[in-house]
């Protein structure tokens, strides 16, 4: 019975390994920030209704606006790091009245602008920049 031990050793470390291992790929699997951000806007770029907003601030990175749904006031923001080659270099051009479209379920799940869409005024002149 002595000499049991170390094999049971040996089958609970193999165990620990094998879930350590199992965990890991998991963890590489999840997507990036980035792209369940990108993710998220193509499903309300998709998906969305568009309503009237006003973007009251934005800088190089972020947008600040506010719109209404139902009664029911939003103030919202969205990271633009990433889709700085739809927008114009000078961020104060952003503030203003703008379109955009949220989730139907979820009313404060909205975008601005994404990929594929534009909810600025004025949009064909921003594409080219």
Same mark, same amino acid.
């Given at each position: 019975? &002595?000499?049991?031990?170390?094999? %049971?050793?040996?089958?609970?470390?193999?165990?620990?390994? *094998?879930?350590?291992? @199992?965990?890991? /790929?998991?963890?590489?699997?999840?997507?990036?920030?980035?792209?369940?951000?990108?993710?998220?806007?193509?499903?309300?770029?998709?998906?969305?209704?568009?309503?009237?907003?006003?973007?009251?601030?934005?800088? &190089?990175?972020?947008?600040?606006? %506010?719109?209404?749904?139902?009664?029911?006031?939003?103030? *919202?923001?969205?990271? @633009?790091?990433? /889709?700085?080659?739809?927008?114009?270099?000078?961020?104060?051009?952003?503030?203003?009245?703008?379109?955009?479209?949220?989730?139907?379920?979820?009313?404060?799940?909205?975008?601005?602008?994404?990929?594929?869409?534009?909810?600025?005024?004025?949009?064909?002149?921003?594409?080219?920049?």
């Amino acid at each position: 019975m &002595a000499s049991d031990w170390p094999l %049971t050793g040996l089958a609970v470390a193999a165990a620990l390994l *094998a879930i350590a291992v @199992i965990l890991w /790929l998991i963890a590489a699997r999840r997507p990036s920030p980035e792209k369940r951000e990108k993710r998220r806007r193509t499903l309300v770029n998709r998906v969305g209704r568009l309503t009237d907003g006003v973007v009251v601030e934005a800088n &190089a990175t972020s947008l600040f606006y %506010t719109y209404s749904v139902g009664g029911v006031g939003y103030h *919202a923001s969205q990271d @633009i790091s990433h /889709l700085s080659e739809y927008l114009p270099d000078e961020a104060s051009k952003l503030v203003g009245p703008v379109w955009l479209k949220y989730a139907p379920r979820n009313p404060a799940n909205s975008i601005v602008v994404c990929e594929g869409w534009s909810g600025f005024r004025g949009w064909k002149e921003m594409e080219t920049k």
